[in-house]
């Protein structure tokens, strides 16, 4: 099984407070834990962006049909503003937000870039008024429409220097700090790719605020015809009329999908729920989730979830931690629960999702972290024995759920 990497130091831990007495310390999962300051005020300073874009102390993560670049599974690799030039142009910021929109053209493909954040670690270099620190930009490169042949050439011209383009949908080998600016930036390319039609009128859409937004601009230039020697210029052509213009909804934001998932104990705190898919590998088990439906609490969903898919009741449910999770967009939120006295009861029959559900003991839980956790694809630690139980590794919030339980969570100092 390949090392594990650590995880995101929380914020503030070594800070004594009322809050930490009391419910300890907090929990930072994997995905969490960015060193960048997002500065989300500062997106829609097109001085500010143009000044960051062409600072010497600049990273841009470049991302290939969503496959960042590398120069291995545990090392992001960063181009500079002149790697990227030759796509995205002298000045993308130049215009205002409003001009943009004036100019819009369906035609044009404007390469997706979006800025993630300040790091204040790197005092030394950028600096606009109070803010310091280097700045970050994602870039979509992925070949397409007018772009084709510039973002080919940028694709080509990492290669060799010897960096290469991950792929797959896991990359749980990176450094915490480095794996959660990958969420970010994987996050949201995804987003804007997602979402290139308005879901009002059906029409392009185009990204503002430093790729944060999606607007639905009222008229196209795409239309234009010219005449040569005309004096009097030719008009855009008004688009079809659109709700998301009027109000407070005239903009489309980024999503983010809540998703439960939960580390279930019994009435007796002696066992922990645990359940399996059919593709998972033999013997390999995990915490249950689900998503939040609209016009439900948490911890509703945990409950419902739970006994959809296992026909357990639940009674009292805390939140433990949360985790973000970029495939494409879910914020995972971590709970503790506990059954309600008769209701351990395992039912498959309302929910199909689950090949198998059990109860197990804390003791083979806690040997199981020790020696049976891995990813999907990966083999299990040094010592498993075959036929032992097998659970997530120490970047799933899974995980830090059965560590808590199997830690003490639910010992003198319960927070349940």
Sequence with gaps: MPSQPD????????????????????????????PLNRVAFLRSDHPFLSAALKHPSTSFLLLNNLAPLAHDPSKLAYASYKDVHSLIGDAPYAKSEDEMISDYNSTITIPQLVFLGLDERQKEGFEWTIYKGSP?????????????????????????????????????SLPASSAAIFAQARALLDWNARNPFCGQCGQPTFSIQAGMKRTCPPKDMASLTTSIGSATPAQPSDRPSCATRKGVSNLSFPRTDPTIIVAVVSSDARRVLIGRQKRWPPHWYSTLAGFVEPAESVEEAVRREVWEESGVSLGRVVIHSTQPWPYPANLMIGAIAQTIPGGEEIMLKHDPELEDAKWVELDEVREALRVGTSGLGEGPGEGYKEGGLRLPPGTAIANQLLTAVVGGFLGADSKI
């Excluded at 490169?141 to 510039?150: R, W």
């Design 136 to 172: 970050y930009f994602a870039l979509d490169v992925t070949p397409k429409g007018s772009i084709e042949d510039n973002a080919t050439s940028v694709i080509r011209e990492m290669e060799s220097r010897g960096l290469k383009f991950l792929e797959g949908r896991m990359h749980m």
């Design 7 to 34: 995880l995101p130091e929380p914020a503030h831990s070594d800070l004594d407070s009322m809050l930490s007495r009391k419910f300890g310390k907090e929990v930072a999962n994997y995905f969490a834990g960015s």
